[in-house]
């Protein structure tokens, strides 16, 4: 779970599908297996973060610039920087031969590149926007109690000039 997002098993070896088809690197022991199926995990994780705190900061995705970014992918993925016009290319085809390839529906695909795009936008917001790299750093000592008429004892005792330390092996 990501706040209120559930992260289901079908999502996750969908992604795991695709990121295992679409990695740069070769994976053959199990344990590469095993810690790539974790970096995926968390890497689902991390896009359902950047998906919540991005819409919290008004950072947004429009479906043109989500069809924008896909026909740019094919066309680049498939002729680099060729320099070849949008009319010599079919990148409904390219893109159709990619989603079968990649085993993923469209709106799955357009759900990766939201994320990517939004985290483009967000890197852009910071870069824009003053933002603190680094605030006041605060220590916080606490002590768990089972109810409150003993956190009120422990408070009382503490105003008191009670030992921290102390009270809190007790």
């Known amino acids: 779970r990501v706040n209120e997002k559930t992260i289901d098993m079908d999502n996750y070896v ?6 295992l ?3 740069d690197t070769n994976i053959t022991t199990e344990e590469e297996k095993t810690d790539y199926a ?3 995990l968390t890497r689902i994780e991390d896009y359902e973060v950047l998906r919540q705190r991005a819409s919290k900061l008004g950072v947004v995705v429009s479906p043109d610039e989500i069809t924008n970014f896909i026909e740019n992918n094919m066309i680049s993925s498939n002729y680099g920087d060729a320099n070849i016009s949008e009319v010599d290319i079919d ?3 390219l893109y159709k031969r990619y989603l079968s390839f990649i085993r993923l529906s469209d709106s799955e695909y357009r759900e990766l590149a939201t994320v990517d795009l939004l985290g483009e936008k967000v890197y852009s917001y ?3 926007n003053e933002v603190l790299l680094e605030d ?3 220590y916080l000592h606490a002590i768990l109690v089972t109810d409150e008429l003993i956190a009120q004892e ?6 008191d000039g009670g030992n921290f330390t102390a009270l809190a092996v007790k």
């Open 21 to 23: 088809i679409t990695a």
């Open 38 to 40: 974790y970096s995926v």
């Open 91 to 93: 990148v409904d085809n």
């Open 126 to 128: 910071f870069d824009e």
């Open 136 to 138: 006041e750093h605060v």
């Open 14 to 19: 969908k992604m795991l599908r695709y990121h």
């Open 154 to 159: 422990i408070y009382s005792e503490l105003k």
